[in-house]
């Protein structure tokens, strides 16, 4: 069920109250925003982290994100849970550390190959270890960065609000974007 | 000519006005017949040709955690996006400085440990104290004969490495100064050496204490010592001793046996100084409490008679926290007075009058000595006040528990404070419909207690007494064994596994050391390091990760050291001892080079280095690190070809080195066999590398353990691991497998043919079936005289011509 327009979405509240940085923070968006700017994306790729291997609800978004078409980078061990699904990950073995360095070299042709990805989205995954590989993407590279997780992710360019008050709402916000693109 | 002349005034006849210097008296003649190398006491760039070559495969990547810089009076500058500040420095390059400082301070803190351990001991038992490892060790000291070019006999000669690492320390810090460095790999280059200088003064340190207090000299089979908090006998004054330097409280011991009353009192500790109170005398006479993350357990439990505290990794409010339940706390080390007064003077009966009777909450006695009389006598006389009956629930009383838990208003401030965004909010709601505290008891396996969340909470809840009462009868009755630290690895360990190790039958050494800031339960710990001991990896372990294994048992109620022998050897697990001892873990590796390679040790470290990258398969692991020792630790293995794989907290060191498979140009090697530079598979593809989970952990273990001259056999192994972990945990062949293939023969047994029908299918490559041999396809062939090094230097001594451009 989409998210209605009488649903009141929380603030954005930072994961980490100290992790504060002078440069913009990311714009929290609504689940319609996610999906337009990944219908908009030339080379969309969703990266999914280890919380996947606790919360079946994240494998099951990452597997309609697949069937429309966006492929999946598996990091933290996700891509044993996605693989039991029927997906094929691009990479599985390479850690988000390593993905985002790559990411970070305007010469990589991405893991299939086929040219740098324009529009990354990040789910699943530990908030403060996300948030450096987030920091690493904003001052280096011109990547647009969307985090779906539940805690707000200031680095990104875009996030969710904070969420984690409310699994119910962040739940049908997942819903929202799969079915949105 | 061996002469000895004693200190003292001479009168030499006939000489009038003339001076006489005596600088280093050789007391005997050299018998060291090893010639010196071209880099013995490097200087800040003598070894910066060997760091770009590392820099250019493994590229820094910053993670920025501030993108400001406000350390001088032009800023606060605005660094993002890579912009310069005032200076003119620009944020990854400012980054790579801030990282230089942390190493640093890693090596700071080891090395004024290490200063302050030789000058105390030089004083009490002589400079010419000797330097005696046991009859298994003649390579005594592996990283200052790399890196120094001497070989210590004696306590004085440690001298000359101390003097050595305070010069460059004092350089590389000057380079951190506004207005120098331009280049971020300069920084990087002085992060390494300021690092290896970390790894020379741990050894200092080490070796001092071992051969002065008679610490286990390479003993596999070390006492197993009681470890957690089930182990204290609460009806005995307890002593605790946290911190890192044992030099303060090992005079606890001494007192005790010279009294006669060792059994009348639990000695027990909290971090390094625990590991080396328990090597003390090779007895395992403490007990160890536990790691740096149960400081505020231990003291909200109550248990402590009296607490003593040294240097290094204690909480910064650790007096506050001891006077809030009526601890008196003895400071030791000046690098931590903790604004007490200094009672050096006092007598004994003084001190032990104001601490018992509460006039002072702590005191600064920087008398090891002393503290060894007054720290039992403060115990008892508190024990004797409150008779046995310690506030040792975290409440008075369960109905204090509770009004605690019903305060909370789920506004989740603390969560947002929390290192691990720990749910603690989740909780505590729980708690509160159901009664049920296992939500909240779950979170203390995960909690580091550091306090931030009370400082959060509006209604001021005592959060971490919360999680701690919520599991108070597992945490009570957590008991288990930790071996005590054994110090060196022997020379006659070296070469029993020296050629397995380079040839790749041992498919590698795992060394997990450091801090506690895991990113799950203690638990995975164990699941993690277990994984490699059944796979007959060689086990290294020490520091609060070792610590952390002697408390986490198996179904049958064993801990791993009670279930694997303690050699350096395959299926093994052996603990070095605390965090200085992890220069036994570098010295390990070094020996390898010279006992099995009988490659020369003396002032050769880019040789060593470059030997250790091409063929050791050995990989550092951090599952918590957080200290700026940890840090320096790391660079240092980095920067003698060690790579290193870190807990996701790791990231916030802002730095790591990571390559990219897919530059060819990246990866090469002169080999020495065939004059020729070739390319060569990524491995290992990164020196320092993040993880997100257990399972993420252990494949990139197995997958950084693969070295370029593996030889077909232990190629194979190594891959058999690599692929069986990556299926079992990642659900797949891993991504990169067919880099690794030089020829069939690297292929695991069990796969071959599979695997060999992906390489042609999937890959392109040519397979003659006749025959199953690969016809094309590998990166290079394998081939059994290759002779890998990316030195010039190196190349040019065995080769006798210069490299191939």
Redesign the interface.
């Known amino acids: 069920m989409a998210v209605s327009k009488e649903d009141k979405y929380p603030i954005a509240?930072?994961?980490?109250?100290?992790?504060?940085?002078?440069?913009r923070e990311a714009t929290a968006v609504k689940p319609n925003v996610v999906a337009n700017l990944i219908k908009k994306a030339k080379r969309p790729v969703l990266v999914t982290?280890?919380k996947l291997?606790r919360e079946e609800k994240l494998v099951e978004v990452a597997e309609k994100f697949y069937s429309k078409g966006i492929p999946i980078i598996?990091?933290?061990?996700s891509?044993?849970?996605?693989?039991?699904k029927g997906i094929k990950p691009q990479?599985?073995?390479?850690?988000?550390?390593?993905v985002?360095?790559?990411m970070?070299?305007e010469d990589?042709?991405g893991?299939d190959g086929k040219g740098p990805y324009d529009v990354v989205i990040f789910l699943g995954?530990?908030?403060?270890?996300l948030s450096?590989?987030l920091?690493?993407l904003?001052?280096?590279s011109k990547m647009t960065t969307i985090s779906i997780d539940e805690?707000y992710q200031p680095h990104a360019k875009f996030s969710f609000t904070n969420l984690?008050?409310n699994k119910e709402l962040y739940y049908r916000m997942l819903d929202e974007v799969v079915n949105g693109i | 000519m061996a002469f000895e002349l004693k200190e003292g005034l001479f009168v030499v006849d006939e000489l009038k006005n003339v001076s006489i210097k005596i600088g280093k008296v050789i007391e005997e003649e050299e018998e060291w017949t090893e010639p010196m190398g071209p880099t013995p006491k490097p200087d800040i760039l003598a070894l910066r040709k060997w760091d770009m070559k590392l820099l250019e495969r493994y590229?820094p990547?910053?993670?920025?955690?501030?993108?400001?810089c406000n350390l001088c009076t032009m800023g606060p500058c605005?660094l993002?996006?890579?912009k310069r500040g005032a200076c003119g420095i620009d944020?990854?390059t400012a980054k790579a400085r801030l990282v230089t400082i942390a190493c640093c301070i890693g090596a700071a803190s080891h090395g004024g440990h290490a200063r302050h351990m030789i000058d105390h001991l030089i004083k009490e038992f002589g400079e010419d104290f000797p330097i005696d490892l046991g009859g298994d060790v003649n390579i005594e000291a592996p990283i200052i004969r790399t890196v120094i070019g001497i070989r210590p006999k004696t306590l004085g000669d440690l001298r000359e490495a101390m003097e050595w690492a305070e010069r460059e320390l004092m350089r590389v810090l000057h380079a951190t100064h506004i207005g120098n460095e331009e280049s971020l790999l300069d920084y990087e280059s002085k992060a390494m050496h300021v690092s290896m200088v970390d790894h020379v003064v741990m050894e200092i340190a080490d070796i001092a204490q071992i051969v002065a207090y008679n610490m286990p000299k390479a003993e596999p089979d070390t006492p197993l010592v009681d470890t957690g908090f089930g182990v204290i006998d609460k009806n005995k004054p307890v002593i605790v001793v946290v911190g890192h330097n044992v030099l303060y409280s090992k005079p606890v011991l001494d007192y005790l046996e010279e009294m006669g009353r060792l059994e009348d009192f639990e000695i027990a500790g909290l971090c390094c100084t625990t590991h080396d109170m328990a090597r003390v005398g090779g007895k395992g006479s403490s007990k160890i409490f536990g790691p740096i993350s149960y400081q505020l357990r231990v003291i909200r439990s109550g248990l402590p008679d009296v607490m003593v505290s040294d240097e290094q990794c204690i909480r910064a409010d650790l007096l506050e926290a001891c006077k809030a339940m009526g601890i008196p706390l003895i400071a030791t080390s000046d690098a931590a007075v903790r604004g007490l007064p200094d009672v050096s003077e006092w007598p004994v009966e003084k001190i032990v009058d104001a601490l018992v009777s509460g006039k002072l909450p702590g005191v600064f006695l920087p008398d090891p000595e002393k503290v060894g009389q007054v720290a039992p006598l403060v115990a008892e006389g508190v024990f004797k006040k409150h008779g046995g009956e310690r506030k040792y629930r975290f409440f008075a009383t369960d109905e204090d528990l509770w009004n605690e838990i019903n305060k909370c208003t789920?506004c989740?401030?603390c969560?947002?404070?929390c290192?691990?965004?720990l749910?603690i909010?989740q909780g505590m709601e729980h708690a509160q419909k159901t009664k049920d505290l296992s939500k909240l008891a779950k979170l203390e396996e995960q909690c580091i207690a550091c306090m931030k969340c009370e400082q959060?909470c509006p209604k001021s809840i005592k959060i971490i007494n919360v999680i701690m009462a919520s599991n108070f009868e597992r945490l009570y009755n957590k008991t288990g064994k930790t071996r005590v630290g054994r110090g060196p690895v022997q020379d006659t360990e070296i070469r029993n596994v020296g050629q397995p190790i380079v040839m790749g039958q041992i498919p590698g050494v795992i060394a997990a050391v450091g801090c506690i800031n895991f990113?799950d339960e203690m638990k995975s710990l164990r699941e993690i390091i277990e994984e490699f001991i059944k796979r007959r990896y060689i086990v290294v372990t020490s520091g609060c990760h070792a610590m952390d294994l002697g408390m986490i048992k198996d179904e049958d109620g064993q801990t791993v050291f009670e279930k694997y022998p303690g050699n350096f050897d395959a299926g093994c697990i052996t603990n070095m001892g605390s965090c200085v001892a992890n220069s036994h873990i570098a010295g390990a590796a070094i020996k390898i080079a010279n006992i099995f390679a009988m490659r020369p040790l003396r002032g050769n470290y880019a040789e060593i280095a470059d030997y250790v990258l091409n063929r050791v398969g050995a990989v550092g692991f951090s599952w918590g690190p957080y200290s700026h020792k940890a840090a320096a630790i790391a660079t240092g293995f980095n920067r003698l070809g060690v790579p290193v794989v870190v807990g996701?907290?790791g990231?916030?060191y802002?730095r790591?080195y990571?390559g990219?498979y897919?530059k060819p140009e990246k990866w090469w090697v002169y080999d020495i066999k065939t004059r020729k530079k070739m390319n060569i598979e990524p491995a290992p593809d990164?020196l320092l590398?993040?993880?997100?989970?257990k399972?993420?952990a252990i494949?990139?273990l197995a997958?950084l353990c693969i070295r370029p001259n593996d030889t077909s056999l232990g190629r194979q192994i190594k891959l058999t691991h690599y692929l069986e972990l990556?299926q079992k945990?990642?659900?797949?062949l891993?991504?990169?497998w067919p880099i690794y293939v030089r020829s069939e023969a690297d292929l695991p047994l069990r796969m071959k043919e599979e695997l060999m029908h992906i390489l042609e299918s999937e890959h392109g490559w040519k397979i003659d079936w006749d025959k199953k041999k690969i016809v094309e396809g590998p990166i290079r062939p394998f081939d059994a005289g290759f002779n890998p090094t990316l030195v010039e230097e190196v190349y040019e001594k065995y080769a006798g011509e210069k490299p191939p451009q």
């Open positions: 509240r930072r994961y980490q109250i100290a992790d504060i940085q002078v440069s982290g280890g291997l598996a990091t933290g061990g891509s044993r849970v996605l693989i039991e990479s599985s073995v390479f850690t988000l550390h390593y985002t360095q790559f970070l070299d990589w042709k893991f995954f530990l908030p403060y270890y450096r590989m920091s690493a904003k001052h280096f805690f984690t008050a | 590229e990547f910053y993670a920025p955690v501030q993108d400001f605005d993002s996006m890579n944020l990854k789920q989740m401030n969560v947002f404070t290192p691990h965004n749910r909010d959060a990113p996701p907290h990231t916030k802002r790591a990571i990219k897919y990164s590398i993040a993880v997100e989970t399972e993420e494949v990139q997958r990556s945990y990642l659900g797949t891993p991504d990169d």
